[in-house]
């Protein structure tokens, strides 16, 4: 099948990147969002992401334009899914939520349309039970920040048909990424083996082992890490990392799986991590100094 029309459910940070993606490979994307404003803003972002392409000379000023020129917007879901041929859902990592969202995509996008998720950890399977097109559904769980980042691991749900893996697979590669297949298991592997290793370096904070400087620069000099796993967190939501840990807990049952009890307190009292200013880190708009948070700052 010919893919042309995309449709990306959702503007934050991972749906404006893949909107981003898609539109800069002369796809015609449409973004959809519950809000206005949201939409307004994920633009924004696109645009600014592309003048620093062009800055860097990664693209021409012409392509920047070409790539917009791509985009639409839409706060109506069902209307934009009618003539799309392949959707990605990335809207917030809530199980109940998607399974809405692919219901109504199930309605209103044409039999021919492959459904992708985004999901970093929620079951493909149980989220193309919803539809009559389970063969259809697929795992499309692209890293961020997309327009970096080459990974794309893509997930089979037990009804998925190989011919649309294969297809995702080629479609991963014409975007200049590098695609990985894995099965439909909690957590699948990026963030199976990812938050384990965020929710040890929590518990070594939270029980004094060490501070979050220390943590993080042994995990970036010793390991070679780019990025130390509670600055990571922050990056990543802390309310995510939380939420793909209840995922691990209750799909395995082990409590090895189970969250930190300091990140639970943390997202209780809204500290998110760049998203909300706060976490491991304070976050000052315009400012790239790394500062820890006043909780976990030395005394003295």
Same mark, same amino acid.
């Given at each position: 099948? +010919?893919?042309?029309?995309?449709?990306?459910? %959702?503007?934050?940070?991972?749906?404006?990147?893949? =909107?981003?993606?898609? /539109?800069?490979?002369?796809?015609?994307?449409?973004?959809?969002?519950?809000?206005?404003?949201?939409?307004?803003?994920?633009?924004?972002?696109? #645009?600014?992401?592309?003048?620093?392409?062009?800055?860097?000379?990664?693209?021409?000023?012409?392509?920047?334009? %070409?790539?917009?020129?791509?985009?639409?917007?839409?706060?109506?879901?069902?209307?934009? =899914?009618?003539?799309?041929?392949?959707?990605?859902? /990335?809207?917030?990592?809530?199980?109940?939520?998607?399974?809405?969202?692919?219901?109504?995509?199930?309605?209103?996008?044409?039999?021919?349309?492959?459904?992708?998720?985004?999901? #970093?950890?929620?079951?493909?399977?149980?989220?193309?039970?919803?539809?009559?097109?389970?063969?259809?559904?697929?795992?499309?769980?692209?890293?961020?920040?997309?327009?970096?980042?080459?990974?794309?691991?893509?997930?089979?749900?037990?009804?998925?048909?190989?011919?649309?893996?294969?297809?995702?697979?080629?479609? #991963?590669?014409?975007?200049?990424?590098?695609?990985?297949?894995?099965?439909?298991?909690?957590?699948?592997? @990026?963030?199976?083996?990812?938050?384990?290793?965020?929710?040890? /370096?929590?518990? @070594?904070?939270?029980?004094?082992? =060490?501070?979050?400087?220390?943590?993080?620069?042994?995990?970036?000099?010793?390991?070679?890490?780019?990025?130390?796993?509670?600055?990571?967190?922050?990056?990543?939501?802390?309310?995510?990392?939380?939420?793909?840990?209840?995922?691990? +807990?209750?799909?395995?049952?082990?409590?090895?799986?189970?969250?930190?009890?300091?990140?639970?307190?943390?997202? @209780?009292?809204?500290?998110?991590?760049?998203?909300?200013?706060?976490?491991?880190?304070?976050?000052?708009?315009?400012?790239?100094?790394?500062?820890?948070?006043?909780?976990?700052?030395?005394?003295?």
């Amino acid at each position: 099948m +010919y893919i042309k029309n995309v449709v990306v459910v %959702g503007a934050g940070a991972m749906g404006n990147g893949i =909107a981003h993606v898609f /539109a800069s490979k002369n796809f015609q994307v449409t973004m959809v969002d519950v809000s206005e404003a949201a939409l307004e803003k994920g633009i924004a972002t696109i #645009s600014k992401n592309m003048d620093r392409q062009v800055a860097k000379g990664t693209i021409s000023e012409e392509e920047k334009k %070409g790539a917009l020129a791509n985009l639409k917007t839409n706060t109506q879901l069902k209307e934009a =899914a009618s003539i799309a041929d392949l959707v990605v859902e /990335a809207a917030t990592e809530n199980e109940e939520l998607k399974k809405k969202i692919f219901t109504d995509l199930d309605n209103a996008a044409p039999t021919h349309c492959i459904l992708a998720t985004n999901t #970093s950890s929620i079951s493909i399977t149980k989220i193309a039970a919803v539809t009559n097109r389970p063969e259809k559904v697929i795992g499309m769980h692209f890293m961020n920040p997309v327009p970096v980042m080459k990974l794309v691991e893509i997930i089979e749900g037990y009804s998925t048909d190989k011919a649309i893996t294969k297809q995702i697979i080629e479609l #991963s590669i014409q975007l200049d990424k590098i695609p990985h297949t894995v099965q439909d298991y909690p957590g699948f592997i @990026a963030n199976r083996i990812l938050m384990p290793m965020i929710n040890e /370096a929590i518990s @070594a904070l939270h029980e004094g082992v =060490a501070g979050v400087v220390e943590i993080d620069q042994i995990m970036k000099l010793g390991m070679a890490h780019p990025m130390g796993p509670l600055q990571l967190a922050d990056f990543i939501g802390l309310d995510v990392c939380l939420s793909i840990l209840n995922v691990l +807990y209750t799909g395995f049952g082990n409590p090895k799986y189970f969250p930190n009890p300091l990140l639970q307190n943390m997202v @209780a009292a809204g500290q998110k991590g760049i998203k909300s200013g706060q976490g491991f880190y304070t976050y000052t708009a315009g400012s790239k100094d790394l500062v820890v948070a006043p909780q976990f700052a030395k005394k003295g």
